[in-house]
């Protein structure tokens, strides 16, 4: 059964500082993995998709990384502003027979301070 | 295009109480899911359809039932509503390539049983 860690689970730091949020999953048998945010109260709001043969995907001040091999993705948020406070989740997509889900982590809690 | 959509936004049920939740897409897809989310406990998935007519049991799938009759809708009932089944729910929508999957999500349903 796939299990995927987000760490930390919360994050505070000041705005224009640069971060990155950890997501590790243990069944390298892979899609797929999917970066989503989601604001207090709202539904997810998918920022990147990375296919299981690519290494990054960018999307603006967004730069996501798969280690397929270690079960290890990065999301790098370059200059972050207060609009960047939201939860992330992680989601790879299972690709062994007879499966066809994400399986989210409980995501990391981030802040930027004004 | 309005993407994925869920009726209703807010319900109140009372235990034993039963309901359908709708989810409908207009992006002509193939994969349909229902979630729940938990505080503390992430989303998880309840039930998934990968085409009209079809449905699998996810994660958490007791006490719920789910139809596929179009293509564009997928419903989750609950035939009697207990405490445990207050949560948030989210349906999502997707199209498998060769490459892997990408899912949109809708605004979610936020279900209270007392």
């Known amino acids: 059964k796939q299990e995927v860690t987000q760490i930390p689970a919360a994050l505070s730091v000041p705005e224009g500082e640069n971060l990155v949020l950890n997501c590790s999953f243990t069944d390298s048998a892979i899609y797929n993995l999917q970066w989503f945010r989601q604001d207090p109260g709202k539904g997810l709001t998918s920022l990147l998709l990375?296919?299981?043969?690519?290494r990054e995907q960018t999307s603006g001040r967004l730069n996501a990384s798969l280690d397929k091999s270690s079960g290890r993705s990065t999301l790098y948020i370059a200059a972050s502003q207060p609009g960047d406070s939201a939860t992330y989740l992680c989601a790879p997509f299972a690709s062994g027979a007879g499966s066809y889900q994400l399986t989210f982590g409980k995501g990391t809690k981030l802040s930027v301070i004004p | 295009n309005a993407g994925v959509t869920q009726t209703p936004k807010f319900r109140v049920l009372k235990t034993g109480q039963s309901m359908t939740l709708l989810c409908a897409q207009d992006?002509?897809?193939?994969?349909m899911y229902w979630y729940r989310q938990d505080p503390g406990m992430g989303l998880r998935l309840i039930h998934y359809s990968v085409g009209e007519g079809t449905t699998a049991k996810g994660e958490v799938p007791d006490g719920y039932n789910v139809s596929r009759l179009k293509k564009q809708n997928f419903l989750l009932g609950l035939e009697s509503a207990a405490p445990s089944q207050t949560s948030v729910y989210f349906c999502?929508?997707?199209?498998?390539?060769?490459?892997?999957?990408?899912?949109?999500f809708g605004p979610g349903t936020r279900l209270t049983v007392t």
């Open positions: 999502a929508s997707s199209v498998l390539t060769g490459t892997g999957s990408e899912q949109y």
């Open positions: 990375i296919q299981s043969s690519q």
């Open positions: 992006m002509n897809h193939e994969y």
